[in-house]
């Protein structure tokens, strides 16, 4: 399949190539939209242009292409073509993806498309312009079918045979006379059922709505967790306004995952499709300035240490294990804690069951590693591995290092736990601080235990 | 939402406690067996066994429970009831779950069950049984619409409205006397078409289908690319055997998403809901056994530069920032080829234009952050923040740590790159030994050229 499209994509770059633009409207007809988003990603923007040209007539494909796009990159088309067009290809898209666009596009432009567009449309958009793009509300669909209770099985269907254009067809909702969700069957209920049958007799009574203001993430979580086709989105009144679907939410989970990725590496989700090497600069530096101060702060300390690091420089050799071993035990706890708390594994309302536990591994991990470091370590300097001379038993050095190896686990696990679920509470995003806050904060406490232990051991 | 179901927990513990079965039992039967299995997770052994007693005559609910619960406590409950009740309960299952289910109980219960379900039953959980549970064969579900592409529209609704158990309603697959799928049409364009019209007349032919062999996380990445609701799985011989949904596809996503986070930091999955210590400590030993091995190859590497070490302690106390900064620029690199790589947004075709890429991010991030820690050095050894005394000119140093800083950053950009991507090319999966194994060969190249740049610099 993959391969399939590879190949699709290789013809279709050929024949921009040699102008061959028939062969090519004839291969992009053939070609899912879903599939022209995939592709043109790795095109060059000559090559974008060059299909958008060639496509736009075809408004319904070009609008379900832009809708899988870098919102960007379809911003930057819709500016090539005239008004009109960018009109008729909106009026194609689902309304939260019309929005998306209308509200990247610039001021001017998007001012003189919402006047062209119908005054209907017009007044759905600037509702739907209303809400937080991350809530329900922004990213619920408007179309759906809504029926009065007292409706039949049978006038409910001639309704959506009348309705050819409404995407979401496989739930459908029951209102009272206030507008009030008060029931949902599926289109298959619909029909099993004698036609005369009133929706308020066969409806389900139980239903599961959220709120316009619920964060995507959460509604995402509900649609996953109840295995809904798409979930109902009422405001303050109960009264229903709109439906999440489910494709809009698997997008949303998707999107989060990767956010989480970047953030908890110590960069964003925007470096995946930055072009630019300056770019990618701009969104490491912020983490990387952090890690720099921290290893100068780490610097400070090593340099208060000097005299014992004279008597025997053997151990300077031993802070790379020091520092490794703590960084990599800490993003174990710190990213079981970000993942656990993002897919609701992990309840922030155990915090200090949690913490206890992370303690516990970290103090076995630590004495484990301790003993197995410091034998290794005086083993090491008995088969002369290690070329340092010193006045200081070759035993103490291993009991400080192990005991230093043991400290900074210790420290790290909890430093790794404690972080997250402390953001968490403090409802800030725990995968943002997590990774290279955790790691440098890690690196300046493990060094400085070792180091003091060190100095208060040997004397 | 989360709130209201937290409470509800609070109230099932309550009733447990007061062993109010009565209204225990109400208070389940009105609560959603996904919340059950969500509520369990926080619930002690005891518990979710007298939850389950009660529950267990409820054959559906419990079915629909159990699928949403960890697949080892799953069937440990089972195994608490009688063959026949086991029997009972997974005939609710949609046919991917038994399959789970079937899989995981001990031998002699598995096959005593197998006996006890029907003849037709049997034989569809043992095809199923043979396919690998991490392909489209093993999360497909077997309970689906095909119809003959002679009948007609009202023809097939007649069928639908007679098998009222069948879960999958949004599709209907048509296939050729032969059992080749030939097209698809949705429940709604079968309702909107004149009841006459032959299904080979209205059905869509253009069909996305997958083997049974293809890898889960591949299904689920078209599933979500086209925004379907289900596809359908086919056979050697194009056969429609079943079809993967949408809501089974999430549940993969997510789980692929959370073992690659796992992956990435050292651990695994299997942490998240580890409750004992002593498995933690299994989950994460062999990564950091991989990174003692590298502190301790970093130490020999540094006794080796013992001579320049002796001449200059203040050289040690760039250690850590010449390891963090590595490490945390390492982690992005990394991290950005992974999820990439797992998202499809980069391309393995083009491994050498993405290396190219961060070996430019890392050339340039090297240059400013040298420059900068060069300078902030040399600045601090002025200013008697640092305490050593040498005979080492401090411009010397500056220019040796910003060098050095330099070089490794240069490294640590193009191993965190390059080792995903590579193993991406040789089909090994690139979470598995990108994080530790990328931090920790960052150090110890890291380290191991700037002592070397120190000890030729400072003669």
Redesign the interface.
């Known amino acids: 399949?993959?391969v399939k499209i590879?190949q699709a994509g290789e013809t279709i770059r050929r024949l921009i190539r040699r102008d061959a633009y028939t062969n090519l409207k004839k291969i992009l007809d053939k070609t899912?939209p879903?599939?022209i988003a995939?592709l043109a990603?790795?095109f060059t923007q000559f090559e974008r242009d060059t299909i958008f040209k060639i496509l736009k007539d075809d408004t319904e494909k070009t609008a379900a292409a832009l809708s899988?796009m870098e919102l960007k990159e379809a911003v930057r088309l819709l500016e090539q073509i005239s008004q009109e067009d960018i009109k008729l290809i909106l009026l194609e898209m689902s309304p939260d993806d019309r929005v998306d666009i209308i509200s990247s596009l610039p001021e001017e432009l998007s001012e003189a498309v919402l006047q062209l567009m119908k005054k209907a449309d017009t007044e759905e958009v600037e509702n739907l312009m209303g809400f937080d793009e991350n809530t329900a509300g922004g990213i619920m669909n408007t179309e759906f079918h809504a029926f009065d209770e007292e409706m039949t099985a049978k006038e409910a269907?001639d309704v959506?045979?009348k309705s050819?254009d409404i995407e979401s067809?496989?739930y459908v909702y029951v209102v009272d006379d206030r507008n009030h969700l008060v029931g949902v069957l599926?289109?298959?209920q619909l029909?099993?059922k004698p036609g005369n049958t009133k929706l308020k007799n066969i409806m389900q009574t139980e239903i599961?709505s959220?709120h316009t203001s619920?964060d995507q993430e959460?509604v995402a979580r509900?649609?996953?967790?109840?295995?809904?086709?798409a979930i109902p989105v009422v405001d303050e009144e109960n009264k229903l306004v709109g439906i999440v679907t489910?494709?809009d939410?698997?997008?949303v989970?998707?999107e989060e995952?990767?956010e989480?990725?970047?953030k908890?590496?110590?960069?964003s989700t925007q470096?995946?499709?930055e072009k630019s090497?300056?770019g990618?600069?701009k969104v490491?530096s912020p983490?990387?300035l952090a890690?720099?101060a921290?290893?100068?702060l780490?610097?400070?300390e090593?340099?208060?240490f000097?005299v014992t690091?004279?008597r025997f420089?053997?151990l300077?050799?031993?802070?790379?294990?020091?520092?490794?071993?703590g960084?990599?035990?800490g993003?174990?706890s710190?990213?079981?804690m970000?993942?656990?708390l993002a897919?609701?594994?992990?309840?922030i309302?155990?915090i200090w069951k949690v913490i206890g536990?992370e303690l516990?591994?970290g103090a076995?991990?630590g004495v484990?590693?301790g003993i197995?470091?410091g034998l290794?370590?005086r083993v090491?300097i008995w088969a002369d591995?290690?070329?340092?001379k010193s006045d200081i038993s070759f035993t103490v050095l291993g009991f400080v290092v192990g005991l230093g190896i043991c400290t900074s686990m210790l420290i790290a696990t909890v430093v790794g736990a404690f972080v997250p679920l402390v953001l968490e509470k403090m409802k800030i995003d725990p995968a943002l601080a997590s990774?290279?806050f955790v790691?440098?904060a890690i690196?300046v406490l493990g060094?400085g235990s070792y180091l003091f232990i060190a100095a208060t051991l040997i004397k």
Chains 1, 2 share one sequence.
Request: no cysteine; proline share 2%; glycine share 8%.
């Open positions: 399949m993959q590879q899912h879903a599939d995939y990603r790795d899988e269907i959506i045979q050819p067809y496989f599926s289109l298959r029909i099993v599961t959220v619920i959460e509900q649609v996953a967790r109840y295995n809904f086709l489910v494709d939410t698997i997008d989970l998707r995952a990767t989480d990725f970047m908890l590496a110590g960069t470096e995946i499709t090497v300056t990618s600069l490491r983490w990387l890690s720099l921290g290893g100068i780490a610097a400070v090593i340099s208060n000097v690091l004279e420089i053997g300077s050799a031993f802070l790379p294990v020091i520092i490794g071993m960084g990599n035990v993003v174990q710190s990213t079981l970000v993942r656990g897919t609701g594994r992990i309840n309302s155990h536990r516990l591994v076995s991990l484990i590693y197995l470091l290794l370590s090491l591995i290690f070329e340092f990774g290279p790691t440098t690196d060094v």
